[in-house]
């Protein structure tokens, strides 16, 4: 299944939704295809001017590097410079922290969510709720 507007909009939906069940503070929600294209973009009433660019962010690295943001911020820590060196090279749009979210179907990725908003681990947990809610796999790294 192809990630569609449709389904990208299903994903956001879910996460705005899980986000509202676990009482989260306001949330932004990105959904990028697999060239990291930006397919679907909210951002919730009181969420600050710079979330849409820290949502994108999170999704851009981990559809870039090929795994979450979780691991891609466990891989900042062991080797700091060599994510510095990869966000230079990606002219600054990757956000190594949890919160950007692989989308598989099967083996394959097809997407990627990023969420900000809360604590990244919260953020991180929106996100798989809307993957897992379009009936994909989410891949947190």
Same mark, same amino acid.
């Given at each position: 299944?192809?990630? &569609?507007?449709?389904?990208?909009? #299903?994903?956001?939906?879910?996460?705005?939704?899980?986000?509202?069940?676990?009482?989260?503070?306001?949330? &932004?929600?990105?959904?990028?295809? !697999?060239?990291?294209?930006?397919?679907?973009?909210?951002?919730?009433?009181?969420?600050?001017?710079?979330?849409?660019?820290?949502?994108?962010?999170? !999704?851009?690295?981990?559809?870039?590097?090929?795994?979450?943001?979780?691991?891609?911020?466990?891989?900042?820590?062991?080797?700091?410079?060599?994510?510095?060196?990869?966000?230079?090279?990606?002219?600054?749009?990757?956000?190594?922290?949890?919160?950007?979210?692989? /989308?598989?179907?099967?083996? #394959?990725?097809?997407?990627?969510?990023?969420? #900000?908003?809360?604590?990244?681990?919260?953020?991180?947990?929106?996100?798989?709720?809307? /993957?897992?809610?379009?009936?994909?796999?989410?891949?947190?790294?």
């Amino acid at each position: 299944m192809p990630l &569609t507007i449709e389904t990208a909009r #299903t994903i956001v939906a879910a996460s705005l939704k899980k986000g509202g069940e676990l009482g989260l503070k306001p949330l &932004t929600v990105a959904v990028l295809d !697999a060239g990291g294209a930006l397919v679907a973009l909210e951002r919730q009433d009181g969420a600050s001017r710079m979330r849409p660019e820290i949502a994108i962010g999170k !999704a851009n690295g981990a559809v870039a590097l090929g795994m979450g943001s979780r691991a891609i911020f466990a891989r900042a820590e062991q080797q700091p410079f060599f994510i510095q060196s990869m966000n230079a090279l990606a002219g600054g749009s990757l956000v190594p922290v949890p919160g950007g979210v692989l /989308i598989r179907e099967g083996g #394959t990725i097809v997407g990627a969510v990023g969420i #900000t908003g809360d604590t990244s681990d919260n953020d991180e947990a929106a996100a798989v709720a809307g /993957i897992e809610a379009a009936g994909f796999m989410a891949d947190a790294g």
